[in-house]
């Protein structure tokens, strides 16, 4: 079988590339690209967003995707797990590139960009070689940072290990992934980091519905997302179990993956799973829909009851990526 050429010999370019990783999907990779992007942004330089691919539709028409603004999701026909990665960046003011050639994706980007950055998606390689190399880990799943692939080869080359969640996580599993970073990646530096929940309403005393992010609560294997940590720091009175509710695809993920039980995963793939969770949603008897999701489910499915949306971001306890960033372009 022939192998195209770029596969052989990643595409490479004179602008500062500066990637994030990470060891599992929902480490908060996605959150830590958009920190830095915003850090370079307040540096004066223009930053470009390359995603892994998420081909659901035509692949010929997908070569290669620019998204800066919210209509051009509604162009490309984004579905929700699409959208849940590049509406952040684009609220944010950053430009987004995917695709399928990440040749031809690179050789559009560098056209605009002053650094490019690799969001990888889930737990996958960067696909161009990195000047800086950020890897995300997650002390709630403490160890699969040395057991999952690739995600422990993303460990084993990073330039900067980010543990973030430590102000979720047991001190105990913050040190056993600590432990393992040193192990594997001696000369790694590492950054411990809060990922704090605010809502944009109330919930105290509500019954409420918890929707989360699909990929990590299944693929991920997550028991519970930042929707769920919202929801106990705001003081709702009772989580809603969602199973009982469930229709067609959404019911069959909860067979699947046993570790779900009182949240629901936002799964959105092609427009017949997105209608069976917005009845999903509708049908639950629920005060409130906390919405943990990385968009605001309710402006793109219609529920019929309240909603809040919970937002998280990066707060480094000792901060320290932007010198490291600083010395990279200092390069």
């Known amino acids: 079988m022939r192998i195209a050429k770029w596969w052989r010999s990643p595409p490479t370019t004179k602008k500062p590339v500066i990637a994030v990783c990470a060891v599992r999907t929902g480490c908060g990779k996605s959150q ?22 998420m081909p659901y539709g035509d692949l010929v028409a997908q070569t290669w995707q620019r998204f800066a603004t919210l209509e051009d999701l509604k162009k490309h026909k984004c579905t929700i797990e699409e959208m849940e990665e590049y509406e952040p960046h684009i609220a944010a003011g950053h430009i987004v590139y995917s695709g399928v050639d990440y040749g031809k994706i690179l050789e559009q980007a560098e056209k605009e960009a002053d650094v490019i950055m690799w969001d990888g998606g889930n737990n996958d390689l960067s696909f161009y070689k990195p000047d800086l190399h950020i890897v995300v880990t997650d002390p709630l799943r403490a160890g699969n940072e040395a057991t999952y ?80 940590v919202a929801a106990k720091k705001y003081k709702a009175a009772k989580i809603v179990d969602p199973r009982p509710y469930a229709i067609g695809t959404i019911k069959k993920v909860y067979e699947n993956f046993s570790q779900i039980t009182d949240i629901l995963p936002a799964m959105g793939y092609g427009d017949a799973q997105m209608a069976e969770l917005k009845k999903t949603i509708n049908a639950i008897p629920a005060d409130v829909v906390i919405v943990g999701t990385p968009i605001d489910l309710a402006k793109h499915l219609n529920f019929n009851k309240p909603s809040v949306r919970v937002t998280y971001t990066l707060k480094e306890r000792k901060p320290a990526l932007k010198a490291i960033v600083q010395g990279l372009l200092r390069k």
């Open 32 to 53: 830590t690209t958009r920190f830095i992007a915003s850090m370079l942004k307040g540096m004066g330089k223009k930053v470009v967003a390359i995603r892994h691919p």
């Open 149 to 228: 692939h690739p995600g422990a080869i993303n460990l084993r080359m990073a330039d900067v290990v980010v543990i973030n969640k430590v102000d979720t996580a047991t001190p105990d599993s913050v040190e056993a992934v600590k432990a393992n970073i040193k192990k594997m990646n001696p000369k790694a530096v590492i950054i411990e980091a809060e990922s704090p929940v605010t809502i944009d309403g109330s919930v105290k005393g509500k019954k409420v519905l918890v929707v989360e992010d699909g990929p990590t609560l299944t693929h991920g294997e997550m028991h519970f997302g930042a929707g769920h």
